[in-house]
Protein backbone atom coordinates (compact mmCIF):
# COMPACT_ATOMS: atom_id res chain seq x y z
CA UNK A 1 0.00 0.00 0.00
CA UNK A 2 1.41 3.62 -0.91
CA UNK A 3 1.91 5.94 1.90
CA UNK A 4 0.32 9.00 0.63
CA UNK A 5 1.02 11.04 4.04
CA UNK A 6 2.88 14.37 2.64
CA UNK A 7 7.07 14.28 3.69
CA UNK A 8 7.98 16.83 5.66
CA UNK A 9 10.26 20.12 4.67
CA UNK A 10 13.18 19.31 3.86
CA UNK A 11 15.72 20.76 6.73
CA UNK A 12 18.67 20.57 4.47
CA UNK A 13 16.92 22.88 1.92
CA UNK A 14 15.66 25.07 4.84
CA UNK A 15 19.10 25.19 5.89
CA UNK A 16 20.31 26.39 2.66
CA UNK A 17 18.38 28.98 1.97
CA UNK A 18 18.56 30.20 5.02
CA UNK A 19 22.06 30.35 4.67
CA UNK A 20 21.61 32.27 1.43
CA UNK A 21 19.53 35.31 2.81
CA UNK A 22 22.06 35.02 5.93
CA UNK A 23 24.84 35.61 3.83
CA UNK A 24 23.68 38.96 1.83
CA UNK A 25 24.00 40.02 4.84
CA UNK A 26 28.27 39.85 4.91
CA UNK A 27 28.23 41.41 1.29
CA UNK A 28 25.97 44.70 3.06
CA UNK A 29 28.01 45.24 5.74
CA UNK A 30 31.07 45.02 3.66
CA UNK A 31 29.53 46.93 1.04
CA UNK A 32 28.59 49.80 3.92
CA UNK A 33 32.21 49.59 5.20
CA UNK A 34 34.25 50.39 2.12
CA UNK A 35 31.78 52.93 1.55
CA UNK A 36 33.21 55.32 3.85
CA UNK A 37 36.75 55.04 1.97
CA UNK A 38 35.57 57.70 -0.95
CA UNK A 39 33.44 59.33 2.31
CA UNK A 40 36.35 60.77 3.38
CA UNK A 41 37.73 62.72 0.42
CA UNK A 42 34.17 63.91 -0.08
CA UNK A 43 33.46 65.08 3.20
CA UNK A 44 36.90 66.28 3.15
CA UNK A 45 36.32 68.81 0.45
CA UNK A 46 32.59 69.43 0.23
CA UNK A 47 32.65 70.79 4.54
CA UNK A 48 36.50 72.28 3.62
CA UNK A 49 38.08 70.11 6.41
CA UNK A 50 41.42 68.99 7.07
CA UNK A 51 42.71 65.76 6.72
CA UNK A 52 42.40 64.54 10.53
CA UNK A 53 38.77 66.21 10.48
CA UNK A 54 37.76 63.96 7.47
CA UNK A 55 39.59 60.85 8.79
CA UNK A 56 36.95 61.12 11.89
CA UNK A 57 34.11 59.32 9.60
CA UNK A 58 35.90 56.03 10.25
CA UNK A 59 36.23 57.03 13.42
CA UNK A 60 32.79 57.20 14.23
CA UNK A 61 32.24 53.81 12.08
CA UNK A 62 34.64 52.14 14.05
CA UNK A 63 34.36 53.65 17.56
CA UNK A 64 30.85 51.62 17.21
CA UNK A 65 32.45 48.30 17.85
CA UNK A 66 33.84 49.33 21.54
CA UNK A 67 30.58 50.98 22.15
CA UNK A 68 27.96 48.31 20.85
CA UNK A 69 29.88 44.81 20.51
CA UNK A 70 28.61 44.01 24.65
CA UNK A 71 25.29 45.65 24.55
CA UNK A 72 25.07 43.35 21.12
CA UNK A 73 25.42 40.01 22.89
CA UNK A 74 22.48 40.51 25.44
CA UNK A 75 20.14 41.55 22.57
CA UNK A 76 21.08 38.83 20.77
CA UNK A 77 20.68 36.81 23.38
CA UNK A 78 17.35 38.44 24.08
CA UNK A 79 15.89 38.51 21.09
CA UNK A 80 17.59 35.70 19.10
CA UNK A 81 18.91 35.57 15.56
CA UNK A 82 16.41 36.51 12.76
CA UNK A 83 14.74 39.25 15.19
CA UNK A 84 18.42 40.62 16.34
CA UNK A 85 19.23 40.88 12.35
CA UNK A 86 16.17 42.84 11.80
CA UNK A 87 16.60 45.43 14.33
CA UNK A 88 20.13 45.53 13.37
CA UNK A 89 19.02 46.66 9.72
CA UNK A 90 16.17 48.70 11.19
CA UNK A 91 19.02 50.48 12.73
CA UNK A 92 21.13 50.81 9.83
CA UNK A 93 17.82 52.23 7.75
CA UNK A 94 17.79 55.11 10.61
CA UNK A 95 21.00 56.22 10.13
CA UNK A 96 21.17 56.48 6.36
CA UNK A 97 18.15 58.87 6.90
CA UNK A 98 20.17 61.25 9.60
CA UNK A 99 22.75 61.23 6.72
CA UNK A 100 20.00 64.02 4.60
CA UNK A 101 19.05 65.72 7.42
CA UNK A 102 22.81 66.60 8.59
CA UNK A 103 23.66 67.65 5.04
CA UNK A 104 20.21 69.98 4.80
CA UNK A 105 21.46 71.97 7.97
CA UNK A 106 25.34 71.82 6.89
CA UNK A 107 26.43 70.19 9.90
CA UNK A 108 29.42 67.67 9.88
CA UNK A 109 28.76 66.51 13.09
CA UNK A 110 25.09 65.41 12.12
CA UNK A 111 27.14 62.86 9.64
CA UNK A 112 29.44 61.65 12.28
CA UNK A 113 26.22 60.27 13.96
CA UNK A 114 24.91 59.17 11.54
CA UNK A 115 27.91 57.04 10.55
CA UNK A 116 27.75 55.37 14.12
CA UNK A 117 24.70 54.72 14.05
CA UNK A 118 24.81 52.95 10.67
CA UNK A 119 27.88 50.79 12.49
CA UNK A 120 25.82 50.29 16.07
CA UNK A 121 23.24 48.27 13.69
CA UNK A 122 25.85 46.46 12.01
CA UNK A 123 27.75 45.66 14.92
CA UNK A 124 25.09 43.66 15.71
CA UNK A 125 24.68 42.59 12.55
CA UNK A 126 27.70 41.07 12.71
CA UNK A 127 27.45 39.34 16.05
CA UNK A 128 24.40 37.30 14.99
CA UNK A 129 25.31 36.79 11.77
CA UNK A 130 29.01 35.00 12.29
CA UNK A 131 27.40 32.42 15.16
CA UNK A 132 24.61 31.99 13.16
CA UNK A 133 26.40 31.05 9.87
CA UNK A 134 27.83 28.27 12.21
CA UNK A 135 24.94 26.98 13.07
CA UNK A 136 23.04 26.61 10.05
CA UNK A 137 25.11 23.21 8.93
CA UNK A 138 27.49 20.84 10.27
CA UNK A 139 29.63 21.90 12.55
CA UNK A 140 32.67 20.21 10.72
CA UNK A 141 31.79 22.70 7.70
CA UNK A 142 31.58 25.94 9.68
CA UNK A 143 34.61 27.03 8.67
CA UNK A 144 34.13 26.40 5.02
CA UNK A 145 30.96 28.26 5.28
CA UNK A 146 32.03 30.76 6.98
CA UNK A 147 34.80 31.55 4.76
CA UNK A 148 32.14 31.37 1.54
CA UNK A 149 30.25 34.44 3.38
CA UNK A 150 33.43 36.15 4.06
CA UNK A 151 34.06 35.99 -0.30
CA UNK A 152 30.82 38.08 -0.78
CA UNK A 153 31.95 40.11 2.93
CA UNK A 154 35.11 40.96 0.85
CA UNK A 155 33.11 41.33 -2.44
CA UNK A 156 30.96 44.14 -1.30
CA UNK A 157 34.13 45.82 0.32
CA UNK A 158 35.47 45.43 -3.55
CA UNK A 159 32.26 47.13 -5.36
CA UNK A 160 31.77 49.28 -2.59
CA UNK A 161 34.34 52.00 -3.49
CA UNK A 162 34.14 51.83 -7.18
CA UNK A 163 29.79 52.64 -6.99
CA UNK A 164 30.85 54.89 -3.53
CA UNK A 165 33.24 56.74 -5.87
CA UNK A 166 30.77 56.92 -9.12
CA UNK A 167 28.14 59.00 -6.85
CA UNK A 168 30.22 60.79 -4.41
CA UNK A 169 33.20 62.10 -6.07
CA UNK A 170 31.71 63.32 -9.32
CA UNK A 171 29.88 66.72 -10.44
CA UNK A 172 29.64 69.56 -7.91
CA UNK A 173 32.72 69.99 -6.58
CA UNK A 174 34.65 67.20 -7.94
CA UNK A 175 33.27 68.41 -11.75
CA UNK A 176 36.84 69.04 -14.01
CA UNK A 177 38.00 72.74 -13.48
CA UNK A 178 34.46 73.20 -10.67
CA UNK A 179 34.89 75.90 -7.84
CA UNK A 180 33.79 75.53 -4.23
CA UNK A 181 30.19 77.67 -4.75
CA UNK A 182 27.04 77.39 -2.73
CA UNK A 183 25.86 75.86 -6.02
CA UNK A 184 28.62 72.83 -6.47
CA UNK A 185 28.76 72.37 -2.57
CA UNK A 186 24.58 71.81 -2.81
CA UNK A 187 25.17 69.59 -5.82
CA UNK A 188 27.76 67.46 -4.10
CA UNK A 189 25.68 67.52 -0.50
CA UNK A 190 23.24 65.80 -2.54
CA UNK A 191 25.05 63.01 -4.03
CA UNK A 192 26.10 62.05 -0.52
CA UNK A 193 22.17 62.17 0.54
CA UNK A 194 21.83 59.95 -2.85
CA UNK A 195 24.50 57.39 -1.84
CA UNK A 196 23.35 56.86 1.92
CA UNK A 197 19.56 57.03 0.74
CA UNK A 198 20.31 54.29 -2.06
CA UNK A 199 22.37 52.33 0.68
CA UNK A 200 18.79 52.42 3.17
CA UNK A 201 16.64 51.10 0.66
CA UNK A 202 19.31 48.19 0.34
CA UNK A 203 19.22 47.43 3.41
CA UNK A 204 15.37 47.56 3.60
CA UNK A 205 15.23 45.47 1.10
CA UNK A 206 17.48 42.98 2.81
CA UNK A 207 15.82 43.08 5.93
CA UNK A 208 12.17 42.72 4.18
CA UNK A 209 13.73 39.37 2.78
CA UNK A 210 15.37 38.37 6.30
CA UNK A 211 11.57 38.82 7.55
CA UNK A 212 9.79 36.56 4.82
CA UNK A 213 12.17 33.89 5.71
CA UNK A 214 12.32 34.31 9.51
CA UNK A 215 10.99 30.94 10.42
CA UNK A 216 13.35 29.16 7.85
CA UNK A 217 16.44 30.95 9.66
CA UNK A 218 14.79 30.39 12.97
CA UNK A 219 14.18 26.34 12.23
CA UNK A 220 17.68 26.18 10.87
CA UNK A 221 19.11 27.73 13.66
CA UNK A 222 17.05 25.84 16.89
CA UNK A 223 19.33 24.43 18.98
CA UNK A 224 21.91 26.81 18.71
CA UNK A 225 23.09 28.42 21.61
CA UNK A 226 21.60 32.84 21.11
CA UNK A 227 23.30 34.25 23.77
CA UNK A 228 22.84 32.41 26.70
CA UNK A 229 26.17 30.94 26.98
CA UNK A 230 28.62 34.18 26.12
CA UNK A 231 30.96 34.97 28.83
CA UNK A 232 31.66 38.74 28.70
CA UNK A 233 35.09 40.21 27.08
CA UNK A 234 36.41 41.25 30.71
CA UNK A 235 37.01 37.51 31.49
CA UNK A 236 39.48 37.79 28.58
CA UNK A 237 42.03 40.10 31.11
CA UNK A 238 43.02 37.33 32.55
CA UNK A 239 44.89 35.88 29.77
CA UNK A 240 48.02 37.67 28.54
CA UNK A 241 47.47 36.18 24.78
CA UNK A 242 44.01 37.63 24.92
CA UNK A 243 44.95 40.76 25.50
CA UNK A 244 48.44 40.06 22.71
CA UNK A 245 45.65 39.05 20.04
CA UNK A 246 43.46 41.80 21.04
CA UNK A 247 46.57 44.33 20.62
CA UNK A 248 46.97 42.76 17.21
CA UNK A 249 43.26 42.99 16.00
CA UNK A 250 43.60 46.58 17.32
CA UNK A 251 46.70 47.03 15.28
CA UNK A 252 45.55 45.21 12.17
CA UNK A 253 42.06 47.04 12.21
CA UNK A 254 43.32 50.53 12.38
CA UNK A 255 46.19 49.45 9.81
CA UNK A 256 44.05 48.65 6.94
CA UNK A 257 41.47 50.94 7.62
CA UNK A 258 44.31 53.95 7.68
CA UNK A 259 45.05 53.17 4.49
CA UNK A 260 41.84 52.45 2.69
CA UNK A 261 40.69 56.00 3.97
CA UNK A 262 43.39 58.14 2.94
CA UNK A 263 44.24 56.17 -0.70
CA UNK A 264 41.86 58.06 -2.77
CA UNK A 265 42.95 61.69 -1.59
CA UNK A 266 46.48 59.69 -1.71
CA UNK A 267 46.32 58.23 -5.30
CA UNK A 268 44.99 61.93 -6.38
CA UNK A 269 47.30 64.13 -4.80
CA UNK A 270 50.05 65.84 -7.40
CA UNK A 271 52.92 63.79 -6.38
CA UNK A 272 51.04 60.30 -6.83
CA UNK A 273 49.14 60.24 -9.87
CA UNK A 274 47.78 63.23 -10.08
CA UNK A 275 44.19 61.51 -11.04
CA UNK A 276 40.45 62.96 -10.86
CA UNK A 277 39.44 61.99 -7.60
CA UNK A 278 36.51 60.24 -8.87
CA UNK A 279 39.49 57.74 -10.81
CA UNK A 280 41.69 57.47 -7.84
CA UNK A 281 38.09 56.62 -5.73
CA UNK A 282 37.55 54.19 -8.29
CA UNK A 283 41.21 52.43 -7.39
CA UNK A 284 40.43 51.96 -4.15
CA UNK A 285 38.54 48.67 -5.18
CA UNK A 286 41.79 47.39 -6.15
CA UNK A 287 42.99 47.17 -2.54
CA UNK A 288 40.08 45.54 -1.25
CA UNK A 289 40.02 43.62 -4.60
CA UNK A 290 43.50 42.75 -3.50
CA UNK A 291 42.16 41.40 0.03
CA UNK A 292 39.39 39.13 -1.70
CA UNK A 293 42.27 37.20 -4.03
CA UNK A 294 44.43 36.88 -0.92
CA UNK A 295 41.60 35.01 0.68
CA UNK A 296 41.58 32.31 -1.98
CA UNK A 297 45.68 32.07 -2.24
CA UNK A 298 45.78 32.05 1.69
CA UNK A 299 43.29 29.68 2.60
CA UNK A 300 45.12 27.10 0.20
CA UNK A 301 48.70 28.20 1.55
CA UNK A 302 47.34 27.33 5.11
CA UNK A 303 46.63 23.73 4.18
CA UNK A 304 50.51 23.84 3.64
CA UNK A 305 51.80 26.26 5.68
CA UNK A 306 51.69 27.15 9.41
CA UNK A 307 49.69 30.09 10.55
CA UNK A 308 51.99 31.92 12.66
CA UNK A 309 54.74 31.61 9.95
CA UNK A 310 52.42 32.60 6.97
CA UNK A 311 51.40 35.52 9.37
CA UNK A 312 55.02 36.25 9.64
CA UNK A 313 55.50 36.81 6.13
CA UNK A 314 52.52 38.80 5.41
CA UNK A 315 53.14 41.34 7.62
CA UNK A 316 56.82 41.56 6.97
CA UNK A 317 55.83 42.12 3.04
CA UNK A 318 53.17 44.76 4.22
CA UNK A 319 55.39 46.79 6.68
CA UNK A 320 58.26 46.77 3.75
CA UNK A 321 55.44 48.29 1.55
CA UNK A 322 54.21 51.01 3.61
CA UNK A 323 58.10 51.70 3.98
CA UNK A 324 58.13 51.93 0.31
CA UNK A 325 55.71 54.73 0.00
CA UNK A 326 57.31 56.37 2.95
CA UNK A 327 60.67 56.82 0.52
CA UNK A 328 58.92 57.34 -2.63
CA UNK A 329 56.62 58.73 -5.32
CA UNK A 330 54.76 58.28 -8.62
CA UNK A 331 53.26 55.10 -9.55
CA UNK A 332 55.73 53.40 -7.56
CA UNK A 333 54.40 54.34 -4.35
CA UNK A 334 50.74 54.25 -5.61
CA UNK A 335 51.26 50.67 -6.33
CA UNK A 336 52.91 49.94 -2.91
CA UNK A 337 50.34 50.88 -1.21
CA UNK A 338 47.29 49.27 -3.10
CA UNK A 339 49.08 46.03 -3.35
CA UNK A 340 49.02 46.42 0.90
CA UNK A 341 45.18 44.94 0.44
CA UNK A 342 46.86 41.77 -0.89
CA UNK A 343 48.50 41.01 2.11
CA UNK A 344 45.92 42.12 4.84
CA UNK A 345 44.19 39.52 3.20
CA UNK A 346 44.81 36.40 5.82
CA UNK A 347 45.54 38.89 8.74
CA UNK A 348 42.41 39.13 10.53
CA UNK A 349 40.97 35.57 10.42
CA UNK A 350 44.37 34.37 11.24
CA UNK A 351 45.35 36.71 13.96
CA UNK A 352 41.93 35.81 15.82
CA UNK A 353 42.03 32.17 15.51
CA UNK A 354 45.53 32.37 16.56
CA UNK A 355 44.39 33.84 19.45
CA UNK A 356 41.59 31.83 20.41
CA UNK A 357 44.40 28.72 20.17
CA UNK A 358 46.29 30.10 22.99
CA UNK A 359 44.11 32.10 25.13
CA UNK A 360 43.71 30.72 28.31
CA UNK A 361 40.02 32.99 28.70
CA UNK A 362 36.88 31.20 27.75
CA UNK A 363 36.40 31.63 23.78
CA UNK A 364 34.05 33.79 23.72
CA UNK A 365 35.16 36.28 26.38
CA UNK A 366 38.51 35.78 24.02
CA UNK A 367 36.34 36.93 20.96
CA UNK A 368 34.50 39.34 22.53
CA UNK A 369 37.37 41.51 23.55
CA UNK A 370 38.66 40.64 19.74
CA UNK A 371 35.46 41.97 18.30
CA UNK A 372 36.19 45.30 20.62
CA UNK A 373 39.37 46.05 19.32
CA UNK A 374 37.80 46.33 15.90
CA UNK A 375 37.79 49.94 17.73
CA UNK A 376 41.67 50.38 16.51
CA UNK A 377 39.75 51.22 13.10
CA UNK A 378 38.64 54.71 14.89
CA UNK A 379 42.36 55.50 16.23
CA UNK A 380 44.89 54.90 14.13
CA UNK A 381 43.09 56.80 11.28
CA UNK A 382 43.02 59.71 13.18
CA UNK A 383 46.90 59.88 14.07
CA UNK A 384 47.75 59.09 10.59
CA UNK A 385 45.42 62.28 9.49
CA UNK A 386 47.47 64.47 11.99
CA UNK A 387 50.47 63.26 10.19
CA UNK A 388 49.41 64.25 6.43
CA UNK A 389 48.01 67.85 7.97
CA UNK A 390 51.35 68.62 9.35
CA UNK A 391 53.45 67.74 6.10
CA UNK A 392 51.14 70.30 4.51
CA UNK A 393 48.96 67.72 3.06
CA UNK A 394 51.48 65.20 1.93
CA UNK A 395 49.95 61.91 2.44
CA UNK A 396 53.38 59.74 2.52
CA UNK A 397 54.05 60.40 6.25
CA UNK A 398 50.68 59.23 7.45
CA UNK A 399 52.25 55.50 5.57
CA UNK A 400 54.32 55.60 8.94
CA UNK A 401 51.79 54.69 11.32
CA UNK A 402 50.80 51.33 9.57
CA UNK A 403 54.32 50.71 9.11
CA UNK A 404 54.69 50.82 12.72
CA UNK A 405 51.59 48.90 12.86
CA UNK A 406 52.74 46.09 10.91
CA UNK A 407 56.13 45.75 12.52
CA UNK A 408 54.35 44.91 15.55
CA UNK A 409 51.99 42.48 13.77
CA UNK A 410 55.14 40.35 12.58
CA UNK A 411 55.90 40.43 16.58
CA UNK A 412 52.74 39.16 17.41
CA UNK A 413 52.85 36.42 14.31
CA UNK A 414 56.87 35.47 15.43
CA UNK A 415 55.45 35.21 18.48
CA UNK A 416 53.13 33.18 17.38
CA UNK A 417 54.71 30.62 15.58
CA UNK A 418 57.37 29.82 18.22
CA UNK A 419 54.28 28.87 20.79
CA UNK A 420 52.33 25.77 21.26
CA UNK A 421 48.78 25.75 20.63
CA UNK A 422 46.54 25.09 23.98
CA UNK A 423 44.49 22.41 23.94
CA UNK A 424 40.66 22.66 23.46
CA UNK A 425 38.49 23.69 20.53
CA UNK A 426 38.81 26.67 18.18
CA UNK A 427 35.85 28.48 16.91
CA UNK A 428 35.55 29.84 14.05
CA UNK A 429 36.97 33.56 13.40
CA UNK A 430 33.85 36.07 12.00
CA UNK A 431 34.44 38.60 9.43
CA UNK A 432 36.73 41.49 10.25
CA UNK A 433 34.53 44.46 9.33
Known sequence: MTDTTAAPPSRTQGTGLAFAYVTTLFFAWGFATSLIDPLIAAVRKVFDLSTAEAMLTASAWFIAYAVVSVPAAAVLGKLGYSRSIISALAVMVLGCLIVPVATIVDWYPGVLIALFVIASGVTLLQVAANPLVAALGSRKSSHARLNFSQFFNSLGTTVGPWLGSTVLLTGGVFAAGAVVTAATR??????????????????????????????????????????????????AFGSKWALFGALAIFIYVGSEVTIGGLLTNFLHSPTILNIPEADAGRMVSLYWGGAMVGRFIGALLLTRVRAGVLLTVNTTIAAILCLVVTQTTGETAAYAAIAVGFFNSIMFPTIFTLTLERSGAPASATSGLLCTAIVGGAVLPYIAGHLVDDAAAVFNPAFYVPLAGYILLSVFAIACARSKVRDGDVVAAPSSH
Not at 190 to 205: E, H, Q, T, W, Y
Open 186 to 235: DESLRSIDFAFLALGGFFAVVAFFIFTARKKINAAAAGADEGGGVASPLK
